[in-house]
């Protein structure tokens, strides 16, 4: 059994150096990152500068014949993840990928399928999952606080913030906008704490009509309205095989008084909010603030750390990921059937998706 991984990082971004590579420094013990790579040398050779990190490579292939390597991160754009993540599976290395896990269902399942046959571990950075707001909703719906959940509710609504930086507009290179880069956390937040259940029938609708109009006000720096061809606002109506429903809309730039976050959740017998947390029951025919309601919230910084916590402990032997790419795989399905259902202009059936 390894006690200590050897960590590659692919693509030396924003999430990269402000995320990743100092939550694997944090874990010293655990942890050395002994390579890093980007298609900008420069760029890869400045970021390992400051980390220490001795190995720097343009191309992720030479790197991975190379180096020898337990695992790597995986922080390129989303076009990259499919192909990148399969080769360092094959090259025998875990992989903790960013999110979305890819740009398509049809990626996504050969990343599964590559991990299978590589025996090795392959998990999605959705770390919403590992804030205190999100353990305290799982725990109360396992503990059966609320019964059975019947209607969740998601508003992850920014106000004017296209992110003008990195390639986020570009939907060669990203797959969508809005929906693919943010709302994904959400739907992923929403199926774990649900349990995964099984989705019939999706409607969406997708705009960015705000995006392509000239002199727009946007807080999150510029972009080209005149090659924007993403969406910057989506909204969805999800039914389940149970009986539940999922209401979803997201938004970089919507005409909104403020930035909303927002997942609730009515059961049968309670319900909850997760930002903050808040639980609902009926007492004495009334609603009411139960005692727990307490002011656990979204704490990103945190929430990064547990993720590569939990990947590294994986690894080790230690621990179970709390990410599968099952379910990673199941939010890349929920995206594409919202693509295709506003291009379609009709829902869309998800009979069997497996
Ligand atoms: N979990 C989150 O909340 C979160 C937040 C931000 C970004 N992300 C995800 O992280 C990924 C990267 O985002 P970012 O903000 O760091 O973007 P970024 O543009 O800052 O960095 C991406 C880096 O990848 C490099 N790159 C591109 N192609 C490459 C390749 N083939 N091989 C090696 N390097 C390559 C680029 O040169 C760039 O330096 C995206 O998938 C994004 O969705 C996740």
Known sequence: ?????????????????????????????????????????????????????????????????????????????????????????????????????????????????????????????????????????????????IGDPLVTRIRAMRRRKVPGWGVFTNKELQGGGSLIDYGCHFIDLAFWLLNHPQPVEVIGRTYNRLSTTPNQVNEWGA????????????????????????QFECSWAANIKEDEMHLSISGAEGGLSVYPFEIYRPQDNEYQLSEENADHNHNEDQAGERQI???????????SLLVKPEEALKVNQIIEAIYDSSNKGRSVRLENPE
């Open 1 to 145: 059994m390894l006690e200590e991984l050897r960590i590659g990082v692919i693509g030396a971004g924003g999430i990269a150096q402000d995320r990743h590579i100092p939550a694997l420094a944090a874990l010293k013990n655990k942890v050395t990152i002994p390579a890093i790579c980007d298609v900008n040398q420069s760029k890869a050779e400045k970021v390992a500068k400051t980390f220490d990190i001795p190995y720097v490579f343009k191309e992720y292939e030479e790197m991975l014949s190379t180096v020898v390597l337990d695992a790597v991160v995986i922080c390129t754009p989303n076009k990259f993840h499919a192909d990148i993540t399969i080769t360092a599976l094959r090259a025998g290395a875990h992989v903790l990928c960013e999110k979305p896990m890819a740009m398509t269902t049809f990626e996504s399942r050969k990343m599964v399928k590559a991990a299978k046959k590589a025996d090795k571990l392959l998990s999605i950075g959705y770390h919403y999952r590992y804030t205190e707001a999100a353990y305290m909703a799982k725990k109360s719906i396992q503990e059966q606080k």
């Open 223 to 246: 972009f080209d309205y005149q090659t924007f061809n993403v969406d910057d606002h989506v909204s969805s109506y999800i039914t389940f095989q149970d009986g539940s429903s999922l």
């Open 309 to 319: 916590s939990n990947f590294v402990n994986s690894c080790l032997g230690m621990e």
